[in-house]
């Protein structure tokens, strides 16, 4: 039972499960504008979560604490360097112009976690854009809509038409809200001059904001050029799953209720698409 234990754990804190996250709603985009699945395309987004997640979440623990890492630090930092290696392997296999933009969001995801501006315009001695108040929430909605949404297109040279740019609306919408229950959580760690919704609004505001994300975020699909009623459905049922989660978050919440529970609605937004296809 202990092993399981272990290996869930490195599941979740080596951002395997995220990965998986990310890469299902690769395969919803691809699903949704009809194109084949790239395997190459969804390994290298696979390992490039891993990798950029990895590199943020222990960026500072390893430059601080390099001498006397932890075994899990340890584990996680040989992991990651696989993880990056693989995905230095499947780049090769990718279009330019999608390495093109995939570079604007690696630049992104590398200022997020380095310091690399002036003292003065940061809330404490961070220096990156992780430590800009209230910047975090909408860095990494940018960066999940890209990947999502404008990468597996652009790399099949699919035209960036009024239904693809409303798509990614829709995605930076989700990824804005299911970021929610994560700054709920994190109220009893966070900073204050972090200048997070919750902190800001108060947990009950921040709840009534992420309902009202969500009907614009199924309020959008209604303006596409194509519209089917399975994909109304799917989206109806993903809003409802996301507000529950989002409804019964709190700031002392079950250990994985984020990191696995909330973390896995993409899965079953995949698992629900395939269904109904």
């Known amino acids: 039972m202990q092993f ?37 395309l969804l390994l290298f987004v696979f390992f490039a979560t891993i990798t950029g997640y990895n590199f943020v979440k222990y960026f500072g623990l390893a430059k601080f604490h390099h001498r006397e890492l932890a ?13 990056f290696l693989s995905l230095c392997y499947f780049s090769l296999k990718l279009e330019f112009i999608t390495l093109i933009y995939l570079g604007g969001l690696g630049v992104i995801t590398f200022l997020y976690a380095i310091p690399f501006l002036p003292k003065s315009i940061f809330l404490d001695n961070g220096k990156n854009l992780r430590a800009i108040s209230g910047l975090k929430i909408y860095v990494i909605a940018l960066v999940w809509s890209g ?18 740019i409303l798509t990614a609306i829709q995605r930076y919408i989700y990824v804005l809200v299911v970021m929610l229950p994560f700054e709920i959580r994190d109220l009893q760690f966070d900073n204050l001059k972090l200048s997070t919704i919750p902190q800001r609004i108060g947990i009950k505001l921040t709840k009534i904001i992420g309902i009202v994300l969500l009907l614009l975020f199924y309020s959008i699909e209604i303006f596409k050029n194509e519209i089917a009623e399975k994909q109304l459905l799917l989206l109806f049922i993903i809003v409802v799953i996301v507000a529950l989660f989002l409804i019964f978050s709190k700031i002392n919440q079950k250990k994985y209720y984020s990191s696995f529970g909330v973390e896995s609605i993409p899965v079953i937004w995949l698992l629900i698409l395939i269904l109904l296809r």
């Open 147 to 164: 990947t999502t949404v404008i990468i597996p297109l652009v790399n099949e040279n699919y035209i960036i038409n009024t239904d693809v």
């Open 71 to 83: 075994n899990w630090l340890k584990q996680i930092q040989i992991f990651s360097l696989l993880c």
């Open 4 to 40: 399981l234990k272990r290996v869930f754990e490195f599941y979740i804190n080596s951002s395997i499960h995220v990965a998986l996250a990310v890469c299902s709603l690769v395969c919803v985009t691809i699903f949704e504008f009809d194109l084949k699945l790239n395997y190459n």
